[in-house]
């Protein structure tokens, strides 16, 4: 079946660090693929997003890269703050199945100022 | 405010009770849909609903769980007879259409702990 699978948590890095948060996927088809965020005390929001094969997703510094031949979508981040403490969720969409997401479990970033 | 709302935050229950969960969906959004996250995971499909009718229930886990959206703007979960089990959060996300750009809108969830 179609499934995502995130590297373990919690993450801790120092401010500044350089980050990668694993994440690859099994589907039976193209899937568009997402990374979500969850802060504390806050909702899950759309952090960044990739559609097809070789797409780059980006926003707030953070970035993912669709890779079909890995089947992954790595997010990373130059040089993390503090404020990007948070979990961060994988999914992936097939347009077919319109808004039925399937989330990886998860992995928390705790950065240290 | 202009976030989907979800009421309440948190319920305690205990086992063969029967539960309501409300979700106030951002205004305008015709998508709307139930998410179950239990600790350490990540949210689960429940329910999609476009407008007032359940376009795709294939995630409610049982029959004793069932979602209603009569007006095509809030939406009620229900649960009867709950058990330990459905101890979980029960996040609602709304989007404009139907969602299949991926781009939803979450709540807070409701926390439900079921004794």
């Known amino acids: 079946g179609n499934s995502v699978t995130q590297m373990e948590g919690p993450v801790t890095l120092s401010e500044e660090a350089f980050l990668t948060i694993n994440c690859t996927y099994t589907a039976t088809g193209y899937p568009s693929l997402f990374w979500y965020v969850q802060y504390p005390g806050e909702g899950l929001q759309l952090l960044l997003k990739?559609?097809?094969?070789?797409d780059k997703g980006s926003n707030k510094g953070f970035e993912a890269t669709y890779r079909k031949e890995t089947t992954s979508f790595h997010l990373e981040k130059g040089s993390v703050q503090v404020s990007d403490s948070a979990v961060y969720f994988c999914a992936l969409v097939f347009t077919s199945n319109t808004g039925k997401l399937i989330f990886g479990q998860g992995t928390t970033l705790q950065v240290k100022p | 405010g202009a976030g989907v709302s979800q009421t309440p935050s948190n319920k305690v229950t205990e086992k063969g009770k029967y539960v309501e969960l409300r979700c106030d969906p951002i205004?305008?959004?015709?998508?709307l849909y139930w998410y179950r996250q239990s600790l350490g995971q990540g949210p689960e499909f429940l329910i999609y609903f476009q407008g007032t009718g359940a376009a795709d229930d294939s995630g409610l886990p049982n029959d004793r769980f069932f979602a209603v959206r009569p007006e095509g703007s809030v939406s009620t979960l229900k649960i009867q007879r709950t058990e330990r089990g459905d101890s979980a959060v029960y996040l609602c996300?709304?989007?404009?259409?139907?969602?299949?750009?991926?781009?939803?809108?979450f709540g807070e969830g409701s926390r439900l702990t079921v004794l």
């Open positions: 996300a709304s989007s404009f259409e139907g969602g299949s750009t991926g781009e939803l809108f």
């Open positions: 205004s305008g959004h015709t998508a």
């Open positions: 990739a559609t097809k094969a070789d």
